[in-house]
């Protein structure tokens, strides 16, 4: 990780503790990426939470994309449907996952995560894909308009709630604040 992002990290921690916030448990991508951020706020905390990794949490599947750099695709039409119109976006170019398949995945580790927890509080370490995506998705908003309005930040809070896992709400969205 980039010092930069371990000192955000940090914060996000001194934040959460400075509120008092407790979580009833941690689940993480398993991607170390993510791993790693989610410790470093975790150690900011005064209680200890063990690191629950979900599959379903990992970034979205680029195939043979990953570790690319997305410049390298620049002007195709498959980029320009990844990042513009996620709805008409075919990863069979690449050998990756499609939105739709993708959220199936993340709503997947979501609903087990509230089956384990249905009144609790949960911090979850992901992507800003993925967070993005399933949180936006969550509340109804289009496919295609998720993108336009900007992804989350790196190291920013993000709170999605629900009592019943059908009707969802978020009450803060991208919460940089704490990180100037």
């Given at each position: 990780m980039l010092s930069e992002s371990l000192r955000d990290a940090k914060k996000v921690g001194d934040y959460f503790k400075a509120q008092?916030?407790?979580?009833?448990a941690w689940y993480t991508s398993p991607q170390k990426r993510a791993w790693q951020t989610g410790q470093v706020i975790v150690d900011q905390l005064t209680q200890?939470?063990?690191?629950?990794?979900l599959d379903g949490l990992r970034e979205i599947e680029f195939g043979t994309w990953d570790g690319q750099k997305l410049a390298d695709f620049a002007g195709t039409a498959d980029l320009k449907n990844y990042l513009e119109k996620p709805s008409q976006y075919?990863?069979?170019?690449?050998?990756?996952?499609?939105?739709?398949?993708?959220?199936?995945?993340?709503?997947?580790a979501l609903a087990e995560i509230y089956q384990q927890h249905p009144q609790g509080k949960v911090l979850i370490s992901a992507h800003a894909v993925l967070i993005s995506f399933l949180t936006k998705s969550k509340i109804g908003i289009n496919l295609d308009a998720v993108r336009p309005a900007g992804l989350v930040a790196n190291t920013s809070v993000t709170v999605l709630e629900t009592d019943n896992f059908e009707n969802f709400t978020m009450p803060v969205w991208n919460l940089t604040d704490f990180l100037k």
């Amino acid at each position: 990780m980039l010092s930069e992002s371990l000192r955000d990290a940090k914060k996000v921690g001194d934040y959460f503790k400075a509120q008092g916030q407790n979580f009833d448990a941690w689940y993480t991508s398993p991607q170390k990426r993510a791993w790693q951020t989610g410790q470093v706020i975790v150690d900011q905390l005064t209680q200890d939470l063990v690191a629950q990794p979900l599959d379903g949490l990992r970034e979205i599947e680029f195939g043979t994309w990953d570790g690319q750099k997305l410049a390298d695709f620049a002007g195709t039409a498959d980029l320009k449907n990844y990042l513009e119109k996620p709805s008409q976006y075919d990863p069979a170019v690449n050998g990756g996952e499609s939105y739709p398949e993708f959220l199936a995945r993340a709503n997947a580790a979501l609903a087990e995560i509230y089956q384990q927890h249905p009144q609790g509080k949960v911090l979850i370490s992901a992507h800003a894909v993925l967070i993005s995506f399933l949180t936006k998705s969550k509340i109804g908003i289009n496919l295609d308009a998720v993108r336009p309005a900007g992804l989350v930040a790196n190291t920013s809070v993000t709170v999605l709630e629900t009592d019943n896992f059908e009707n969802f709400t978020m009450p803060v969205w991208n919460l940089t604040d704490f990180l100037k």
